[in-house]
């Protein structure tokens, strides 16, 4: 979590210094080198969902970002700084007792 918060400064700080895009993007990489593009999209959601950030122009900015990101493919280096999350298959999630409907 310290290092999303850290992200997170350096996202904001960039958008409030007026850099956009690619800019912004390499900018947060620079203050934060081993911030992955899942970590800064993660860092990105939790400014979009922050109150106390409030300025459209921001907002907007970071919300490009996130989007642009959460669409690139997953790079070796994403996949081992985070564990792998596996899904429940149906028939796994099927076969667990279920409280019933009232």
């Known amino acids: 979590m310290k290092e999303r918060k850290r ?6 700080d960039g958008a409030m210094e007026g850099l956009v895009g ?3 993007y390499d ?9 992955s593009s899942k970590k800064i999209v993660r860092a990105s959601l939790l400014a979009l969902s922050d109150p106390h950030l409030k300025d459209r122009n921001i907002l907007d900015v970071i919300y490009a970002l996130a989007i642009k990101h959460r669409l690139d493919d997953t790079t070796a280096e994403d996949e081992h700084d985070e564990e792998a999350v ?3 298959t149906f028939s796994e999630a099927a076969r667990k007792p279920h409280p019933p409907l009232s």
């Open 7 to 12: 992200v997170y400064e350096a996202l904001v």
């Open 22 to 24: 690619d800019a912004l």
């Open 27 to 35: 900018f947060v990489r620079r203050r934060c080198p081993k911030a």
């Open 86 to 88: 596996v899904p429940e």
